[in-house]
């Protein structure tokens, strides 16, 4: 009778431990997706030149139409409606926090060292670009960890065309 108790106690922990590899396995999953889907994010807003200032030969991003493909590229790779909700089908469970969005332009002198404190996040830029930080809580599938909330942080530079100066 005793080894019968002692297999049901084995099974209900390897069971436990199979469930903990599995959660485990899941959220670095998570985390890379979300990752790779911030990193497409903020290298499409980037990209957003302002032919204004081109014009003038001055390479800079255009602010708004950087945010605005930002979050679409975002809300696109993360399947998030407009207010950053996961959508039905989508991989996670809870709404996509845009901490920081903020665009360093021609006004900085480069190479430019970005420090954001809050977020413990440090970047060189050698050109005008994007940084990004989103916070995404990981849905566990077995209760077996504890709750996940991650910091993801993004940078993108503008990719250079010829003959740019940036001071």
Known sequence: MYKLLLYLLLIVFFMTMFA?????EVSMNTLFRVKH???RATHAAAQQIDV???????????IQSAEDKAYDF?????QLDVNNVPQQGSFLDTPVDVVVFEVINENHVFPYNYVNNECNYEVTLQRPGVV???RVEYPRIYQVLGPITWFIKGTSELYPTGNM???
């Open 20 to 24: 903990l590899q599995i959660d485990e």
């Open 37 to 39: 889907g911030l990193n």
């Open 52 to 62: 204004h200032k081109l014009a003038q030969g001055i390479t800079s991003i255009e």
């Open 74 to 78: 975002l809300q696109a790779n993360l």
């Open 132 to 134: 990004m930080i989103i």
């Open 165 to 167: 100066s940036y001071n």
